[in-house]
């Protein structure tokens, strides 16, 4: 626990009485890195004893709204019961940075949320102890209640609150945090707060939202991104039956994320009216220079830049070239992966209300702030005049981080003249303007020696530009794994020039680079005749932490080979993988492990491959470490599970393919996400170590998707290099 | 043209086109917004209702379709025991993630313990697969169906 920086905590008066604190914490020096400001929680406790927590971040279905009031209210000492949890308003001076992304909400709130919560607990204490004239320290506090037992005294958290709120603050080298074995509600199953609302269909999401007067749009751009709007038949659509509106949006000339394209947009008092209009809309489009581009393009442009240099090095140890000239084998192979949508259930919206030059939108973001900014931007107003509410999202995975909806939304409500307007997306829509994950290309050269150790690995990696920079999420970081543990290693890049946009898919770039390296790091073992976890661990080596840059500590790139080292054991344990070999033919295991987002998971995933190429997945194993406390494990079983089936819903049946600039899929029959007769059992094991609790929502998912690769070749001797599996491949 | 539609039990009357999809009409017209619009296409299961008992998907059923026929939704079905059972297994079991599907997923599975009051692994497989749960949270509902089963057999 880090006690030593400066920091301050406050407490006023709550409207209506009660206590409100509110705490100006440091961030945990573990997450120090990571672009994010000091944290803020509200607690409120009415004179009955409820307890109102707001949780800051908005909702995706990563069980935020649920587990940061959880470290709240174990250190405040209340009953889970007597807790309610209100979203907090967008107020990042209040609260520091509210939003869903990166698996960062554990680590950077896992301490100071547990010290607002103490602090608070503090407070009411000494309140206690003051109106009786006793010491504090011979007080203490059970749930929600205070008592001095030498007097045989007791008071609840409701009747001092009042009190507690005039005190000064504690200071917060003065807090005592419980010990994990003290722990009422952080490590124990805590259902999320909103289920009974899921399943009675209560309004809860941004599609629910119903304003009075207010009418639904569509809007219809470019198929090729980037493209102009020439003309449109807006006077056809006008005169169409139930269509209230239909204008021209010339936008505000930045590109995607940057504020609104140009596009065609019709009001309706219901949807579906709006939405069938747009068959008949008939526009006139300058597609642009994007238009000249698709995925076999690229492919072939890749092609042709691995027979050259890379045209960077991202990094270079040793010396690969004279490595590989004194190797035993050189083991080259490449390998690719599409690019990928997003493809939340609720389709993006966004309701917005323009009123007397200002905008309140009710937003399902993951990233409201920039969200606000884009919008007054994009209408050349003052931030302050733009107001957000966040809402639950049905699902994100990445695609609500950007906020091009709110944009619209905004705009369209005051070209409209000021209608409350929901903007919302069909499912073609979605898929054809999300923020890829985006594809790439590798050349992979391994060396082995003649006792088949890895002595040489090298890397050409073909990624994409876009508006002259490396595009959203198309990196490769210089520690990638097995950087550092490979003497003579180079990781080299080329890119190609995109004018798709891309962004964050759930665990990036380690959602694809996983597939390439620990694909490959299985092709060596096969080779160096060993058994693929021996290999592993035999790169991995002696336990030992790996610092990405060796002049300072960087916990996001931090690589520990000894947790790892003990994920794939446990891992290897649990699927019985010693004894894989007794399985019937076709069928198999292959395991992988991945580290990011700060977590350690490997993963062995069972199949059974037909010999007419149908894959069924028999078993996935998971064992992940994400440090000394699992907070929720009722939700953190549920995202590993999730992670683990998306990433193989992924690899199975999921790739956006570009042609003449535009994407050609249009819906679920296409991009397929994994469905029930598709799911096999995934047991997940967590490790507990002595290190700071990280995020879940992503780092289970990369290592499914080699290690589901990995058991196909053990099936059938096919090497599978590119994504998504072509099961023509595995026909006998 | 106007329709009168028997919802949950109450009888509403829209002045809609024929082919207006029910889905629409329950959420932009009668405000009911718990059936989930997903993919306009009946692809992913999230607008799953049931007309006189069978589930249907709400975007692919049009209102002229109707008739006089029962129409329960997401928000009606707690009024049968299949429907609580349900739900109750479903906060037990803490099922969702997002939860945009559930309530698709809720009213396929009544309509499956309707018919098969003990289904077996593959009767889930057949009656689940049309819905998509984007977040995958499979494995729980398989448990939870499972469970509003061996509750419904336990009286």
């Not at chain 1, 906020?403 to 919302?424: C, H, T, Y």
């Not at chain 1, 690995?457 to 520690?479: C, Q």
């Not at chain 1, 021996?534 to 991995?540: E, K, N, P, S």
Request: proline share 6%; with cysteine.
């Amino acid at each position: 626990m880090n006690t030593g920086r400066r920091s301050f905590l406050k407490a006023s008066a709550a409207i209506g009485g009660g206590l409100m604190l509110r705490a100006v914490l440091p961030m945990p020096a573990a997450a120090a890195d990571v672009p994010i400001g000091r944290l803020t929680a509200y607690i409120r406790i009415a004179p009955d004893g409820i307890v109102t927590i707001r949780s800051k971040n908005p909702e995706v279905g990563q069980g935020i709204q649920t587990m940061l009031p959880m470290l709240i209210a174990d250190e405040l000492d209340v009953p889970w019961s007597a807790v309610r949890i209100e979203q907090a308003p967008l107020d990042p001076a209040a609260f520091g940075q509210q939003f869903a992304g990166g698996s960062t909400a554990t680590p950077l709130n896992y301490l100071p949320l547990r010290q607002a919560g103490a602090a608070g607990r503090a407070m009411l204490l000494r309140a206690a102890a003051e109106s009786w004239g006793v010491a504090p320290d011979t007080c203490r506090t059970e749930a929600g209640v205070i008592y001095h037992d030498a007097s045989n005294t007791s008071a609840r958290y409701g009747d001092v609150a009042q009190r507690a709120a005039t005190l000064p603050l504690p200071a917060l080298d003065s807090l005592r945090l419980k010990e994990a074995k003290d722990f009422r509600i952080i490590g124990h199953p805590i259902p999320g707060v909103d289920v009974t609302k899921i399943v009675t269909g209560k309004k809860l999401y941004g599609i629910d939202i119903v304003l009075p007067d207010m009418l639904v749009a569509v809007f219809e751009k470019c198929p090729v991104f980037g493209g102009k709007l020439v003309s449109a038949n807006i006077d056809a659509i006008k005169s169409m039956p139930g269509i209230r509106d239909a204008f021209i949006v010339r936008g505000n000339g930045g590109r995607d994320s940057q504020g609104v394209t140009d596009g065609v947009a019709i009001l309706a008092k219901n949807w579906w009216l709006a939405n069938r209009a747009r068959q008949e809309l008939r526009i006139v489009w300058d597609e642009g220079a994007t238009a000249e581009q698709s995925s076999q393009g690229f492919a072939a442009q890749a092609a042709k830049l691995f027979d050259e240099p890379p045209t960077m090095w991202l990094r270079r140890d040793g010396d690969a070239d004279v490595a590989m000239k004194s190797a035993a084998q050189v083991i080259e192979a490449r390998y690719d992966y599409p690019f990928l949508p997003h493809i939340p259930l609720e389709p993006q919206n966004c309701t917005a209300h323009w009123q007397d030059g200002k905008v309140t939108l009710w937003a399902p973001t993951q990233n409201p702030a920039p969200g606000r900014s884009l919008v007054a931007n994009a209408l050349g107003i003052a931030e302050t005049d733009v107001t957000v509410n966040m809402i639950r999202m049905g699902g994100g995975f990445g695609r609500r981080l950007r906020n091009d909806f709110m944009a619209e939304a905004a705009w369209i409500s005051r070209q409209a003249g000021g209608v409350p307007v929901k903007l919302l997306w069909n499912r073609q829509d979605d898929i054809q303007h999300d923020f890829y994950r985006p594809a790439g290309f590798h050349a992979l050269k391994g060396g082995l020696d003649k006792d088949g150790r890895l002595i040489a690995l090298t890397d050409h990696f073909v990624s994409f530009s876009r508006d002259g920079k490396l595009a959203d999420s198309a990196g490769l970081n210089e520690y990638e794994f097995p950087a550092a543990l490979v003497d003579n290693l180079s990781y080299g890049l080329s890119m190609m020039d995109l004018g798709v946009p891309t962004g964050p898919l759930r665990a990036p770039r380690s959602n694809a680079l996983s597939f390439v390296f620990q694909s490959f790091v299985d092709e060596l073992a096969f080779k160096a005749h060993q058994d693929p976890l021996d290999f592993r661990l035999a790169v991995l080596g002696q336990p030992r932490v790996i610092r990405a840059d060796p002049a300072k500590p960087n916990p996001r790139a931090d690589f520990d080979t000894g947790r790892m080292r003990d994920v794939l054991l446990k891992v290897a344990e649990i699927s019985n993988w010693a004894d894989r070999a007794k399985l019937p033919p076709r069928s198999a295991k292959g395991i992988a492990f991945h580290f990011s987002h700060m977590g350690y998971f490997a993963e062995v995933v069972e199949v059974t491959v037909s010999k007419a190429g149908e894959i069924t997945l028999d078993h996935v194993w998971a064992v992940g470490d994400v440090g000394s406390q699992i907070i929720n494990p009722l939700n953190a079983v549920n995202q590993v599970q999730g992670a683990v089936l998306d990433g193989l819903g992924a690899a199975l049946g999921q790739a956006i393919t570009i042609e003449r600039g535009r994407v050609v899929e249009t819906n679920f029959h296409e991009v397929r996400p994994l469905r029930m007769d598709q799911v096999p059992p995934v047991e997940v094991v967590f490790l507990t170590t002595n290190h700071l609790p990280t995020g879940l929502g992503e780092p289970a998912l990369p290592p499914v998707i080699p290690a589901l690769c990995n058991a196909i070749f053990a099936a059938t001797g096919k090497r599978l290099r590119s994504l998504p599996v072509d099961t023509t491949m595995l026909r006998i | 043209m106007s329709y009168t539609l028997n919802i949950n039990g109450v009888t509403k009357t829209v002045d809609v086109d024929g082919d207006m999809p029910l889905l629409w009409v329950l959420r932009d017209e009668l405000d009911l917004t718990g059936s989930k619009f997903g993919c306009g296409a009946g692809l992913c299961g999230a607008c799953t209702l049931h007309v006189d008992g069978v589930a249907v998907r709400g975007c692919q059923t049009p209102v002229s379709a109707v008739g006089k026929a029962q129409v329960t939704t997401i928000e009606g079905i707690a009024s049968v025991a299949i429907g609580k059972h349900l739900q109750d297994a479903w906060l037990a079991l803490d099922v969702p993630q997002c939860g945009y599907c559930q309530a698709g997923q809720i009213m396929s599975a009544a309509a499956l313990l309707a018919e098969r009051p003990h289904p077996t692994d593959a009767d889930i497989d057949a009656a689940m697969t049309g819905n998509i749960c984007r977040c995958a949270t499979y494995t729980r509902i398989r448990a939870a169906i499972k469970q509003a089963a061996n509750a419904m057999a336990t009286p």
